[in-house]
C-alpha cells in the first residue's frame, strides 16, 4: 500500500511540474511575440454595420379611397408574420372596419330617407300635375261652352251677342292661363324631383364606394413573394396595432430577393473618405462563413442625428454583388468599405507601435538583441499602419513590449 501511495504522490508532482514548465513558458513568452515586416499594396478600410433590404420592391397597398370616404387613419387589426411567403392574391393582412361601419350605418340611414322623399315626391307630383290636368280639361269644356253660346246668340239682341263674346273671351283666358300655369308647374315638380333624384343618386354613389372600400379591408397579396412589413420613419416595424394613413396607405412589401442592399450609416468623422463606385467587402453576422463583394451605390450628402446620442451620421447604401437564397432582408452586415488603395509600402500591426509623447517607435528583433526603434508612420486601417521610415521589409517586431523595455534606448531616426 504505501509503495502504491508513493507512486500516486510522484505522479502527481510530475504533472504539476509539466503544467509548470508550459504555464512558465508561456508566460514568458508572451511578450516575445513579433511578426515580420509585410510589404505590399495596403487597403485602407471604414468598417460599419449595416442592414439587409431589397433593391426593389412592390408595395402592398390598403383601401385607395380612404380620402374619398373620409377615412384619414385605420389600423392595422390582422397580419401575417414578417418573412412569409404568398402567391398572388393570398391573405396578408386586415384593417380596422370599426370607422367605416359606422359611416356605412349612417350613409344607410340617409339613404333610406332619401329613397322614402323621393317616393313621396312622385307621388306628390303626380297627383298634382294629375289634379292640374283635370283643371285644363275642365277649361277647355267651358270655352268649347261659351263658343256654343254665341254661336246660338247671333238673333239675339247686340247686346247679348257682346256678352257671350265677353263670356267666351273669359273663358279662353282662364284656359290660357291655366295651361301657362300648369307648364310652370310641370317644370317646378321636374326640377324638385331632379333635386331628390340628385341627392339619393349622390348618397347611393357614396354608399357603394363604402362597401368597395370595405372589401379593400381584407388586404391580399398582389403577386407571389415574401411579405416583409413596412417600417415607421424610427425605423420601428408596422406589425398589429400599426396605423396607415389616408396619404401614405402602404401594409406590407414584397421585396425582390434578387437584387439586394444593405444599408448603413458613416460617422462624418470618416464619411468623406467614402465614395460611390468603391469596393465593400460583406459579411452577414447570421451566416460568418458566408463572404459577399459589393459597391457604394448611394451616399448622402445630409447628415441626421443617431438617436439617443449627439453623433452625426450618413446614410450609406452599398449594392450586394452576389445572390444568395440565404440573403433576407433585414439581416445584419458587417460592411468593410475599400477607401483607398496605397501601392507598394511596408507595414505592420497596429499592436507593435508604442509612442510616448510625439514619438512612435517599435521594438525590433535584431539577432539575439532588441532595439527601441523610433518609426514614421502613414494611414491605418482596422488592424494595420503604414510604416513609411525606420523599418525595412522582412524585419521583426515585437506586438507587445519585451521584457526590460524601459531599460532600452531610443534609436531616432536619421
Known amino acids: ?38 510589404k505590399g499594396n495596403f487597403e485602407v478600410k471604414v468598417t460599419t454595420t449595416g442592414e439587409l433590404e431589397a433593391k426593389s420592391s412592390e408595395e402592398i397597398y390598403g383601401p385607395s379611397a380612404l380620402r374619398t370616404i373620409g377615412v384619414w387613419q385605420v389600423k392595422i387589426s390582422d397580419i401575417i408574420p414578417d418573412g412569409t411567403v404568398v402567391d398572388s392574391g393570398q391573405y396578408v393582412a386586415a384593417l380596422d372596419r370599426t370607422e367605416i361601419s ?87 315638380n321636374n326640377a324638385l324631383m331632379n333635386e331628390v333624384t340628385a341627392s339619393y343618386d349622390q348618397s347611393k354613389r357614396r354608399y357603394d364606394m363604402m362597401v368597395s372600400a370595405l372589401n379593400e379591408f381584407t388586404i391580399k397579396a398582389p403577386k407571389s413573394g415574401m411579405v416583409i412589413y413596412k417600417r415607421d420613419w424610427d425605423g420601428r416595424k408596422q406589425g398589429i396595432g400599426a396605423t396607415i394613413s389616408a396619404w401614405n396607405n402602404v401594409v406590407a412589401t414584397l421585396p425582390n430577393l434578387s437584387k439586394m442592399i444593405t444599408k448603413t450609416y458613416i460617422n462624418e468623422i470618416d464619411i468623406s473618405k467614402v465614395k460611390v463606385g468603391q469596393k465593400v467587402e460583406i ?61 507598394n509600402v511596408m507595414y505592420v500591426p497596429i499592436e507593435s507601435i508604442q509612442r510616448t509623447d510625439s514619438v512612435s517607435f517599435v521594438y525590433k528583433k535584431d539577432g539575439l538583441s532588441i532595439i527601441k526603434q523610433q518609426v514614421r508612420v502613414g494611414a491605418t486601417n482596422e488592424n494595420e499602419i503604414i510604416i513609411t521610415k525606420g523599418l525595412t521589409e522582412g524585419d521583426n517586431v515585437y506586438l507587445l513590449p519585451p521584457e526590460n523595455a524601459d531599460k532600452l534606448k531610443l534609436v531616432k531616426l536619421k
Request: avoid cysteine; proline fraction near 3%; glycine fraction near 4%.
Open 1 to 38: 500500500m504505501k509503495k502504491k501511495k508513493w507512486f500516486v504522490i510522484g505522479g502527481v508532482v510530475i504533472v504539476l511540474a509539466t503544467l509548470g514548465f508550459f504555464t512558465g513558458k508561456d508566460t514568458k513568452n508572451n511578450n516575445s511575440i513579433f511578426v515580420a515586416v509585410k
Open 102 to 188: 359606422n359611416k356605412i350605418k349612417d350613409i344607410q340611414t340617409d339613404l333610406d330617407k332619401l329613397e322614402s322623399q323621393l317616393t313621396r315626391t312622385k307621388l306628390d307630383t303626380s297627383l298634382d300635375l294629375r289634379s292640374a290636368r283635370d283643371e285644363l280639361i275642365n277649361l277647355k269644356f267651358a270655352v268649347e261652352e261659351r263658343q256654343i253660346v254665341l254661336d246660338q246668340s247671333k238673333y239675339e239682341p247686340p247686346a247679348s251677342i257682346r256678352q257671350a263674346e265677353i263670356d267666351l273671351q273669359r273663358a279662353q283666358r282662364n284656359y290660357d292661363q291655366a295651361v301657362s300655369n300648369y307648364r310652370l308647374k310641370h317644370s317646378k
Open 283 to 343: 459579411g452577414v453576422d447570421a451566416f460568418p462563413e458566408k463572404k459577399f463583394t459589393g459597391k457604394v451605390t448611394e451616399v448622402a450628402n445630409i447628415g441626421e442625428q443617431m438617436r439617443g446620442t449627439n453623433a452625426k451620421v450618413f446614410e450609406v447604401k452599398i449594392l450586394v454583388n452576389e445572390y444568395d437564397s440565404i440573403l433576407r432582408p433585414a439581416m445584419t452586415t458587417k460592411n468593410m468599405i475599400v477607401t483607398s488603395v496605397i501601392p
